[in-house]
């Protein structure tokens, strides 16, 4: 079932643009993560926050936590060309040692 | 370091034909692994999870099946490919036993079942 849903589905930009993606998910979580997926590849994972966490950075990522909201959003600062990927949302349901639910993903395209 | 690698890159096999699809991890051990699927344009479906040699957990019911003979190889297999089998398969691996660590995922086998 898919727990995670990202918001928007597509989302075009221009180069240097801040680009913002949401994901709203359903049950109680261990983590939150996102990950990014080029077309036709594997999936990289970029960051981890913790239930207990509510804002972690990495590099141009911004990822925030409202687990009242059971909300997440990832910001890319400054994009890049080299920036345009799928990125998906992925929760750790809390409770056991049950695998990654992904939603669908959010389509992002960073124009030069 | 660890990787993961996972082949083929691509197959196209057709309607009834058997499938087999491996994944091999390295510089770990007692990894969860895991089978992945993506429809065009859509997200992850778990099809089967491993946390240890021989335990497997299916998550979808379907004709594909799911082996784990050895620590770190993770199989995906079907008797009779159907055409809706056609997708991206995506092998992952994650630290077992614990929570809050990501997924490393396989390069992925794209199939097209005809």
């Known amino acids: 079932s898919q727990q995670g849903e990202e918001d928007p589905q597509a989302l075009s930009i221009q180069e240097g643009e801040n680009a913002t993606m949401n994901c709203s998910y359903k049950?109680?979580?261990?983590?939150l993560q996102w990950y990014r997926q080029n077309s036709g590849r594997g999936l990289v994972h970029l960051i981890l926050?913790?239930?207990?966490?509510r804002e972690k950075h990495s590099g141009r990522l911004r990822v925030t936590l409202d687990t009242s909201k059971k909300s997440s959003s990832l910001l890319i600062t400054a994009s890049r060309a080299a920036d345009t990927a799928s990125y998906f949302c992925?929760?750790?349901?809390?409770?056991?040692?049950?695998?990654?639910?992904f939603g669908k993903g959010t389509r992002l395209s960073v124009i030069a | 370091s660890q990787t993961i690698h996972q082949w083929p890159a691509t197959l196209v096999q057709p309607v009834g034909s058997p499938l087999s699809l491996e994944c091999t991890v390295e510089?770990?051990?007692?990894?969860?692994l895991y089978w992945y699927r993506q429809a065009a344009g859509r997200g992850l479906q778990l099809l089967f999870y491993?946390?240890?040699?021989?335990?497997i957990s299916s998550e979808v019911p379907q004709n594909l099946s799911a082996s784990r003979p050895q620590d770190r190889q993770f199989i995906l297999s079907s008797k009779k490919l159907l055409l809706s089998d056609s997708g991206f398969y995506l092998c992952?691996?994650?630290?077992?036993?614990?929570?809050?660590?990501?997924?490393?995922f396989g390069s992925g086998t794209r199939l097209t079942v005809v």
């Open positions: 510089g770990t051990s007692n990894p969860n």
């Open positions: 926050i913790r239930s207990n966490e």
């Open positions: 992952a691996w994650s630290v077992g036993g614990s929570v809050n660590y990501g997924y490393t």
């Open positions: 992925a929760t750790d349901p809390r409770g056991g040692n049950t695998p990654l639910v």
């Open positions: 049950t109680s979580i261990n983590n």
């Open positions: 491993s946390v240890g040699i021989g335990q």
